[in-house]
């Protein structure tokens, strides 16, 4: 399973990137400290994507519900100073939450929280994966010009 979930994260990381170039392009973006550029993902969401996700997904609804329902967990400091895992509410339906959670997949692999040199969970990173992939490429033609 490892070069399979290699090979998904290659395919996401690739169109994250273009998705992160193709926003900055197109003006979804603010300037935060130092003039550091940050992409804008809830102005995209809301402005391209909109409320009407889910139904514009059609039969890739299936794969929102799940990132939706079963988002992926962020890493924060425990009391005695060690990094664990925290569940994140599965509260907010919308379509910055969506985004938002596709962000964190790519930030939990990104910055090795969840791969150093071995998969950690790999069904449930299969399968975060996946959804966001199949969710990107979905929508690509509103931002890809």
Same mark, same amino acid.
């Given at each position: 399973? %490892?070069?399979?979930? +290699?090979?998904?994260?290659?395919? /996401?990381? $690739?169109? /994250?990137? !273009?998705?992160?170039? *193709?926003?900055?392009?197109?003006?979804?973006?603010?300037?935060?400290?130092?003039?550091?550029?940050?992409?804008?993902?809830?102005?995209?969401?809301?402005?391209? &994507?909109?409320?009407?996700? &889910?139904? %514009?997904?059609?039969?890739?609804?299936?794969?929102?519900?799940? &990132?939706?329902?079963?988002?992926? $967990?962020? !890493? *924060?400091?425990?009391?005695?100073?060690?990094?664990?895992? !925290?569940?994140?509410?599965?509260?907010?339906?919308?379509?910055?939450?969506? /985004?938002?959670?596709?962000?964190?997949?790519?930030?939990?692999?990104?910055?090795?929280? $969840?791969?150093?040199?071995?998969?950690? +969970?790999?069904?449930?990173?299969?399968?975060?994966?996946?959804?966001?992939?199949?969710?990107?490429?979905? /929508?690509?033609?509103?931002?890809?010009?």
């Amino acid at each position: 399973m %490892d070069n399979e979930l +290699d090979q998904l994260a290659f395919s /996401f990381f $690739k169109l /994250f990137a !273009q998705y992160e170039s *193709s926003l900055k392009e197109n003006g979804f973006f603010v300037s935060g400290g130092n003039k550091k550029v940050i992409v804008d993902w809830d102005r995209f969401a809301n402005e391209v &994507i909109g409320n009407n996700f &889910i139904n %514009d997904l059609g039969d890739k609804a299936e794969f929102a519900n799940y &990132i939706l329902q079963e988002p992926p $967990k962020r !890493q *924060s400091v425990n009391e005695e100073g060690n990094i664990v895992w !925290q569940a994140v509410s599965n509260e907010n339906k919308s379509v910055q939450s969506l /985004f938002g959670h596709i962000s964190r997949v790519r930030n939990n692999l990104y910055h090795g929280a $969840k791969f150093n040199g071995s998969w950690f +969970d790999p069904d449930r990173s299969k399968r975060l994966l996946e959804s966001s992939l199949e969710i990107l490429e979905r /929508f690509k033609e509103k931002i890809m010009l």
